[in-house]
């Protein structure tokens, strides 16, 4: 009888992440408002520097990083030896999971809270621990009602993927000051960029050791091809993450991009503008047609249907258009669909299908009766 080689405890718990559709069979020309990605593309500037970077195809990476650590430093008035760069902040997520969580300990994620926490968790052997939210809101009370002595991580994305809501400065202090020291306080600002004014949770960082902020090139830098992310945090943490990153985690066209992109600030306030401006006409249109949608400060709405069965007819009915928005049943909102805020165009035909659906649906409701 031969035996099989079996996985480390947990492994096998790990529902596979699903990323957002791109292609509907028989649709030419899709219209992709299912993955938060910029609409506009990265920074022309980013993307020269990505091509240059043929040149040197034959020579490792700087493993350091120092140049774009030096740059994200300087753009946002941070210490460059606070930064840790990875594939993604997926991969400084992976780093937080297995440096300070292990079998019999517990990562606490929220209850709509972005898949990768519990993937990371399951990965490193911990035991994934889920708390409500109020309204679709991070709630720090059931987050410290949740805390035991097996506790080790907290993550809140905030904002939030997929509800778009953001939980205030003063609940996150609050938080940060109740939580024990040695537990980590992970803040994912994946889409920081978006918020008026906004440092992402940096001066958090400042005070509390024991917490980290997370961001990424994936979102307003239009870079989530090309997997690049970052982490600020307490020096002392910076050293321990350091030991789990491959020396050459990071290619030279990665680093060329990721440093050419935080230094192009007119893009990022472009692109910021044009989100917030859409953002709003979006949430207004659809509000029209009688979806809700709470108020959100990243690139996407989370429109609210009567129902999950609503929710799904309408996914459909766009996905015949040849639009493709994201089911968030995985999420814990079934009768929700999350809506990338597209370019105008994508915007304006996103909301004038769903008034299609919506009064098509009140027409054959009455037509039945
Ligand atoms: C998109 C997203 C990220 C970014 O992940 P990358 O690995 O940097 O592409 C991180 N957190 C949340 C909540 C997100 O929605």
Redesign the pocket.
């Known amino acids: 009888m031969t035996k099989l080689p079996t996985p480390q405890p947990g492994i096998m718990d790990i529902e596979l992440y699903v990323g957002g559709a791109s292609t509907v069979e028989g649709v030419a020309n899709v219209i992709k408002l299912s993955s ?1 990605e910029n609409p506009w593309g990265p920074s022309p500037k980013a993307a020269e520097a990505f091509a240059r970077a043929v040149h040197d195809l034959h020579r490792y990476p700087n493993t350091d990083h120092a140049a774009l650590r030096a740059a994200i430093g300087e753009v946002h008035g941070l210490d460059p030896d606070q930064i840790i760069c990875g ?5 400084i ?1 992976t780093f937080l999971c297995q440096a300070y969580a292990g079998p019999g300990d517990e990562v606490i994620h929220t209850e709509h809270g ?1 898949s ?1 926490y519990r993937i990371s968790a399951l990965a490193a052997g911990a035991m994934p621990v889920e708390v409500p939210e109020r309204d679709r809101v991070v709630d720090v009370d059931a987050i410290l009602a949740a805390v035991t002595p097996a506790t080790r991580l907290v993550f809140i ?1 905030n904002p ?2 997929p509800t778009g809501t953001m939980v205030g400065k003063k609940e996150l202090v609050r938080l940060a000051t109740a939580l024990p020291g040695e537990v980590v306080l992970v803040l ?1 600002g ?2 920081a960029e978006f918020v008026e004014e906004f440092d992402g949770g940096a001066s958090l960082v400042n005070r509390f050791p024991n917490v980290v902020m ?1 961001r ?4 307003i830098y239009g870079l ?1 091809g090309l ?3 970052w982490g600020y945090a307490s020096r002392e943490i910076i050293e321990v993450l350091n030991r789990l990153r491959g020396p050459f985690n990071l290619s030279t066209a990665q680093l060329a991009a990721a440093e050419a992109a935080v230094r192009d600030r007119d893009h990022v306030a472009r692109c910021h503008a044009e989100n917030a401006r859409l953002r709003v006409w979006l949430g207004n249109a659809l509000a029209e047609h009688g979806v809700r949608c709470d108020a959100s400060s990243a690139n996407f709405v989370l429109a609210r249907f009567g129902s999950r069965e609503e929710a799904e007819a309408c996914d459909a009915y766009l996905r015949g258009e040849g639009v493709i928005v994201r089911r968030v049943a995985g999420y814990k909102l079934p009768e929700a669909l999350r809506i990338t805020v597209g370019d105008e165009a994508s915007c304006r035909r996103v909301a004038h299908l769903i008034g299609l659906f919506r009064n098509a649906g009140v027409t054959g409701a009455q037509g039945d009766d």
Request: glycine content about 12%; proline content about 0%.
């Open positions: 938060n594939v993604g902040s997926d991969e997520i972005f990768m994305a939030a993927n994912d994946a889409y997370t990424t090139f994936s979102k989530g997997r690049i992310g």
